[in-house]
C-alpha cells in the first residue's frame, strides 16, 4: 500500500509517494510507488535500527471501491524486511469518506504460524471529509491477537503547491505519537515527490526513553 494510504484521512502518503492509477480494464486500476526514506518509523517507532529504508507497493482497485494491495519495507529485528498484505472497501457517502478493511504485518524468514512470531493482523476504519481546504479525519485499527488498538487523527491541506499534515495518534499500551510533514511535487517532466517528516513517541512507560525523528523521504508514484 501507499504505507498510510488507510490512515487518516490519506494524509500520510508523502512517506510513499502518490500513486497514479492505470486502468487495466474491467473497472481495475493498478497503481504502484516506490521510495527512500532516511529513517523508517511506525506510530512513532523505529522499525530499521535509524537506518535509511527502500519501500515500495502496489495497488488493485474496482470501480465498486474494493481494493486489494501489498507494501514492502526494509527492516530490522525481526527480520530484514516487512512485506504488508491488505484488501478493503472504500468510498463516500455524501462529504464523507471512509475506507474500511484489514490489513496483515509479515516478516519473510520468520515463521508466522510459530508461537511468537511477529506476524499480526488489523481492521481499520477511516473517515475522513473536507472542510473548505483542510482535510479533516479519523482512523481507528482494532488489533486481531489483543487489545492494543490504535486511534489516530489528522488534519492537512495543500497550500501555494505544499501539502501539509499532522496526525496524533493513541497505542493502547504503548504511548501517543504524532507526526508532522511537509512534502512537494517537483520535476514536472518526471514528478517525484519530497518530503520533511517530524515523528515522536511519547510512550506511557516512565522508564522508556521517548523515540523521536527528522525524516527525509523522495518518492515516486506510477
Do not use: C
Not at 510507488?33 to 535500527?49: A, F, K, L, P
Not at 478493511?101 to 476504519?125: C, F, K, R
Not at 485499527?141 to 503547491?161: K, L, P, V
Amino acid at each position: 500500500m501507499k504505507k498510510y494510504a488507510l490512515t487518516t484521512a490519506t494524509l500520510l502518503t508523502a512517506l510513499s509517494g502518490t500513486a497514479l492509477a492505470a486502468d487495466i480494464g474491467g473497472g481495475l486500476d493498478l497503481s504502484g510507488n516506490i521510495g527512500m526514506v532516511s529513517e523508517y518509523y511506525w506510530r512513532g517507532q523505529d522499525q530499521n535500527s535509524g537506518d535509511p529504508a527502500v519501500q515500495g507497493g502496489f495497488d488493485l482497485a474496482h470501480e465498486s471501491g474494493l481494493y486489494l494491495g501489498v507494501w514492502s519495507s526494509a527492516a530490522s529485528g525481526f527480520a530484514s524486511s516487512e512485506v504488508d498484505y491488505y484488501g478493503g472497501f472504500a468510498g463516500e457517502v455524501g462529504p464523507v469518506s471512509y475506507d474500511v478493511g484489514m490489513i496483515t504485518y509479515q516478516y519473510p524468514g520468520v515463521d508466522s504460524t510459530a508461537s511468537g512470531s511477529p506476524s499480526w493482523e488489523e481492521a481499520y476504519l477511516s473517515l475522513g471529509t473536507t472542510v473548505s481546504v483542510v482535510d479533516l479525519g479519523v482512523t481507528h485499527y482494532a488489533a486481531a491477537s489483543d487489545d492494543n488498538d490504535a486511534t489516530e487523527f489528522s488534519i492537512g491541506g495543500e497550500f501555494a503547491g505544499v501539502s501539509v499534515s499532522y496526525t496524533m495518534g493513541d497505542y493502547d499500551k504503548t504511548g501517543d505519537y504524532y507526526s508532522f510533514t511537509i512534502s512537494k511535487e517537483v520535476l514536472a517532466a518526471y514528478p517525484i515527490e519530497i518530503a520533511v517528516t517530524k515523528t515522536e513517541m511519547d510512550f506511557d512507560d516512565v522508564a522508556a526513553t521517548d523515540d523521536d525523528a527528522l525524516i527525509f523521504s523522495v518518492s515516486k508514484g506510477f
